[in-house]
């Protein structure tokens, strides 16, 4: 069984930085992308930035391009999301996905909740200006 655990969340001023964490166990194949999606009062769940774990392929949201880096770790069981130059905007529920990965990564971050196999709790990120 999958799991994913986040961390990282918390208070920033706008312009600061986080680095959420997503520790990932039970995965069973080679082929996964791991993303991250956030959820901000009364909007839809987006996708922010995934990762193929098999080649190291990544995805961005226009939004974050340039100011968010997501990365893995050698043993791919710890999926990371840089931010910088953090904006209110940014301010939501980041949550971790998983899913076997049989498309690109692009696609995988337009995804709906429901298309994905695995999800984390999720960690609140909270931008102030």
């Known amino acids: 069984q999958v799991q994913l655990v986040e961390s990282g969340g918390g208070l920033v001023q706008s312009g600061g930085s986080l680095r959420l964490s997503c520790a990932a166990s039970?995965?069973?194949?080679?082929?996964?992308?791991v993303g991250w999606f956030r959820q901000a009062p009364g909007k839809e769940r987006e996708g922010v930035s995934c990762?193929?774990?098999?080649?190291?392929?990544?995805h961005y949201a226009d939004s974050v391009k340039g100011r968010f880096t997501i990365s893995g770790d050698n043993a791919k069981t710890t999926v990371y999301l840089q931010m910088n130059n953090l904006k209110p905007e940014d301010t939501a529920v980041y949550y971790c996905a998983a899913v076997v990965l049989w498309t690109s990564v692009q696609v995988m971050c337009e995804m709906s909740q429901y298309e994905l196999d695995y999800w984390g709790q999720g960690t609140q990120v909270t931008v102030s200006s």
């Open positions: 039970g995965f069973t194949a080679d082929y996964y992308g």
């Open positions: 990762m193929d774990l098999s080649d190291n392929s990544t």
